[in-house]
Nanobody, 124 residues
Framework: VQLQASGGGLVQAGDSLRLSCAASGRTFSTYTMGWFRQAPGKEREFVAAVSRSGSTTVYADSVKGRFTISRDSVKNTVYLQMNSLKPEDTAVYYC??????????????????WGRGTLVTVSS
């Protein structure tokens, strides 16, 4: 599967932004989808994941209550709605797909496919 993330940009603290990640192929429903982010000088960290069916989601504590992950099986797209953005949310955001992961949420190494990142910059 190939992943293409989009929707990043420069916003002010408190604003909202929605990231999209379009997946190629006909097997989108067989992948657990996740979002990660990497801030300058920091390691890539987990943000959110959504199960294959879309019925189960999980979030990092730092974004819980502000971010919402969802997926559209018709459009083969996963979304990350980000509200109440903070300067510390500034990072390159990556979408990823896990087909054979056994953990929930999948560990980073269980994501076999990654998209190119999209930069989100939140000014104070």
């Amino acid at each position: 599967v190939q992943l293409q993330a989009s929707g990043g940009g420069l916003v002010q603290a408190g604003d909202s932004l929605r990231l999209s990640c379009a997946a190629s192929g006909r097997t989108f429903s067989t992948y657990t989808m996740g979002w990660f982010r990497q801030a300058p000088g920091k390691e890539r960290e987990f943000v959110a994941a959504v199960s294959r069916s879309g019925s189960t989601t999980v979030y990092a504590d730092s974004v819980k209550g502000r971010f919402t992950i969802s997926r559209d099986s018709v459009k083969n797209t996963v979304y990350l709605q980000m509200n109440s953005l903070k300067p510390e949310d500034t990072a390159v955001y990556y979408c990823a797909a896990s087909q054979y992961g056994t953990s929930w949420p999948p560990k980073r190494y269980e994501y076999g496919y990654w998209g190119r990142g999209t930069l989100v910059t939140v000014s104070s």
